[in-house]
């Protein structure tokens, strides 16, 4: 089984409104954008996926799989793939890409470690090399909103890092073609807050260690924040989505628990912050958009 691409499509054959997002491994495109991407999907926009590796120096937490990891087998990035095709599938999502094929960049493990040296880790890609496969894509799809990670990846991955660097140069390189607004997955620190009181009384919370919200390295002022979308009507697709990555999410892990005792509010509710293009009308006391394609003039 091979990533699918669309080939030889028209943006006129394709639905009025397109957004593009851009992550780094199979896996990141749920757990930080997976309801949007079913909302819109279930709204009629066309959803292309664009993802830079094949994640192989992932952990794997299904234990008959171990002699996949890269120290022994190195076959994990092939099995992630059909992974990443199956949350994809339970999402709706169609339009799904490898950047450059499979294969053309490899993982490259968090950072400072050696392999980040890989010949092919994406860490070390050629900016504009990468990017042109990026750009090539922006001008078949023609997509009006684009979302990725901020400069620091939302939490320093190196892959993180270099699929914003790269997602934001092919913007540039893509001139009129590229999207009109540009936005970073983010995590309001009101949000944050919340789920650490809420976390505290978890088995297996991740912020066990953390004694206030400004320790992380994410978070975002509520202030700061540009738009909530409301997926909660597909936190179930977006739970099997996640269910698809088991090399990655264990059956025990915290993500399941907290989507359990809260349900679709959150697995649901995701946030952006906007840096390229005109803010559309929203709402609340921070009038954060509902719709990342608010305000664009959309010809139906």
Same mark, same amino acid.
């Given at each position: 089984?091979?990533?699918? *691409?669309?080939?030889?499509?028209?943006?006129?054959?394709?639905?009025?409104?397109r957004?593009?997002?851009?992550?780094? #491994?199979?896996?990141?495109?749920? /757990?930080?954008?997976?309801?949007?991407?079913?909302?819109? $999907?279930?709204?009629?926009?066309?959803?292309?996926?664009?993802?830079? *590796?094949?994640?192989?120096? %992932?952990?794997i937490h299904?234990?008959?799989?171990?002699?996949?990891?890269?120290? @022994?087998?190195? +076959?994990?990035?092939?099995?992630?793939?059909?992974?990443?095709?199956?949350?994809?599938? =339970?999402?709706? $999502?169609?339009? #799904?890409? /490898?950047?450059?094929?499979?294969?053309?960049y490899?993982?490259?493990?968090?950072?400072?470690?050696?392999?980040?040296?890989?010949?092919?880790?994406?860490?070390?890609?050629?900016?504009d090399?990468?990017?042109? #496969?990026?750009?090539?894509?922006?001008? @078949?799809?023609?997509? +009006?909103?684009?979302?990725?990670?901020?400069?620091?990846?939302?939490?320093?991955?190196?892959?993180?890092? +270099?699929?914003?660097? $790269?997602?934001?140069? &092919?913007?540039?390189? &893509?001139?009129?073609?590229?999207?009109?607004?540009?936005?970073?997955?983010?995590?309001?620190?009101?949000?944050?807050?919340?789920?650490m009181? &809420?976390?505290?009384?978890?088995?297996?919370?991740?912020?066990?260690?953390?004694?206030?919200?400004?320790?992380?390295?994410? %978070?975002?002022? !509520?202030a700061?924040? =540009?738009?909530?979308?409301?997926?909660?009507?597909h936190?179930?697709?977006? *739970?099997a989505a996640?269910?698809?990555?088991?090399?990655?999410?264990? !059956?025990?892990?915290?993500?399941?628990? /907290?989507? %359990?005792?809260?349900?679709?509010?959150?697995?649901?509710? @995701?946030?952006? *912050?906007?840096? +390229?293009?005109?803010?559309?009308?929203?709402?609340?006391?921070?009038?954060?958009?509902?719709?990342?394609?608010? %305000?664009?003039?959309?010809?139906?």
């Amino acid at each position: 089984m091979v990533a699918r *691409t669309v080939s030889a499509v028209t943006n006129e054959s394709l639905p009025a409104r397109r957004l593009l997002l851009v992550h780094a #491994h199979p896996d990141d495109e749920v /757990i930080g954008t997976g309801a949007t991407m079913a909302h819109y $999907v279930s709204e009629g926009a066309h959803v292309t996926l664009v993802t830079c *590796t094949l994640g192989e120096e %992932g952990e794997i937490h299904v234990p008959e799989l171990s002699q996949l990891a890269a120290a @022994e087998a190195d +076959q994990l990035g092939g099995y992630r793939l059909v992974e990443w095709q199956r949350a994809c599938t =339970a999402l709706g $999502v169609t339009d #799904h890409r /490898i950047l450059g094929g499979p294969g053309r960049y490899r993982d490259s493990g968090m950072m400072g470690l050696p392999t980040n040296q890989h010949p092919r880790a994406f860490w070390g890609a050629d900016l504009d090399e990468a990017a042109a #496969h990026l750009v090539a894509i922006i001008r @078949e799809v023609r997509p +009006q909103v684009m979302i990725t990670y901020d400069a620091n990846g939302f939490y320093g991955h190196p892959d993180h890092i +270099q699929a914003h660097r $790269v997602a934001m140069r &092919a913007a540039e390189l &893509a001139g009129a073609d590229g999207p009109e607004k540009i936005y970073w997955s983010a995590m309001p620190l009101s949000v944050m807050q919340d789920g650490m009181e &809420a976390f505290r009384e978890s088995e297996g919370n991740p912020f066990s260690e953390v004694e206030k919200v400004e320790d992380l390295p994410f %978070g975002t002022p !509520d202030a700061e924040i =540009a738009a909530r979308i409301d997926g909660t009507d597909h936190s179930a697709k977006k *739970t099997a989505a996640m269910r698809a990555h088991a090399t990655q999410i264990p !059956d025990n892990s915290w993500l399941y628990g /907290i989507a %359990g005792d809260f349900g679709g509010e959150f697995m649901g509710l @995701e946030y952006y *912050t906007l840096v +390229q293009g005109e803010r559309g009308p929203g709402s609340g006391p921070f009038q954060w958009e509902d719709d990342l394609f608010a %305000g664009l003039e959309i010809k139906e």
